[in-house]
């Protein structure tokens, strides 16, 4: 198990840094490539989000600096991003990819999202084969863990998403929201059920505008409201008392110029803007006008912190199903681990004993069948009283924590590792041969 993990969230960075960290959806494939080009690492996939962004690798040696791809990737100096930092190996890996598939380490303990966006991930990840054997048993692994503890608790009943706690905050501030206008920047999955909660809760008309018009009118529709085209949005957004935005963009799309021309034309009624992007839609600037509120993604997580004491039980229960979940999930990987060298024993000691029976065969004479089933058995029974203990001491050693090196030792023992290699020698010549042979015509 050479897993190694390292990243940055919600509770080890604040939002300045996790946007300097986001990677548009549109550069996954690449920085996926570029993730496993980096030395020692065999595999590996970025999960990006609002709240997090992790590099999960499989290593050659478990041991990839996977610090300095950070401050590479995104020119970051080492004293501004390790202060920030988590990093994970071996089965704290494991660990804490279930806890986030099962999102238990959500800003929003139970909330939904974050599985559809580590499956996004991986997908990603895999379709340029960044992922393949390792990363792919932990992740499928991880997706089936996520739903027994949906289905096993009630960690993710009656949640607290940003959504609701967005609908709070909007009431706050207008006393009601019978009536009121709401504006969608960014056609994405949070921004709609945002507004979904916000027009559950009484307000009237809702605008959407994206950069691919499509796909404002496609969500405009599901509420039969308007769709905005882009180049619009500074000409309509004033019409808005609540502007979600999540647009995905590197820079802000709101500066307080923007501001101050909205309030202006509203004659300094109130506008609300819940901003979820990382990087951020709205600069800090604009905040500061009277008459504008903003609530960024680490604001709404301190006003979700104090409505999850009740969940507590719930996720106590989820954590045992995870702890559970990672001793089967290592058990399982060395036991894995030690059916190669099971294998190779045991075609070593067959070809061995054939051998034998050969060399000796013209000596003893022509043989009954009754001789020759003797000769069988006897030989079969020696082979397996040497391979009892190796192979026993293989299959215990495979739940413990030097499994490792006992593999290694009895492959060392018998020259297995030899004996591969002039097993893969043959194999390379024996398809070199069919190649140069001449082929054939035909149809």
Known sequence: MRFQLIGVNHNSAPVEMRERLAIPESLLPDACRDLTAHPGIEEGMVISTCNRVELVTHTTNGAADLRGFLREHFQVKADELD??????????????????????????????????????????????GAVRAQLEQ???????????????????SSSVSIASVAVELAKKIFGTLNGKTVFIVGAGKMSELAARHLMAHGCAA??????????????????NGEAIKFDDLYDTCDRADIVITSTGSPHAIFRREHGEQFLARRKNRPMFFIDIAVPRDVAPEMGKLDGIFIYDIDDLQQAVSSHVADRRREAERAEAIITSEVANFEARLHTLDVV??????????????????????????????????????????????????PITTLKTAAREAEATTVIEVVRRLFNLREKEKESEAADRSQRDEVKSRPRRGGI
């Open 206 to 223: 809702i605008f959407v505008s994206n950069r691919t018009y499509d796909r404002a009118v496609g969500l405009a529709h599901r509420f």
């Open 138 to 156: 932990l992740f499928t692994r991880a997706f089936a863990v996520a739903k027994r503890v949906r289905t096993e608790t009630a960690v993710g």
């Open 340 to 389: 190669p060298t099971i294998v190779s024993l045991q075609d070593h000691l067959e070809t061995i004993r054939q051998a034998e029976i050969d060399r000796v065969r013209g000596r003893l004479g022509p043989l009954s069948p009754e001789q020759e089933i003797a000769v069988e058995a006897l030989t079969r029974g020696i082979i397996s009283k040497v391979m009892h203990t």
């Open 83 to 128: 202060p920030h930092l988590y990093e994970y190996r071996e089965k704290d890996v494991v660990r804490h990819v279930f806890r986030v598939a099962s999102s238990l380490d959500s800003m929003v303990v139970g909330e939904a999202q974050i599985l559809g966006q580590v499956k996004e991930a991986y997908a990603t990840a895999r379709a340029v």
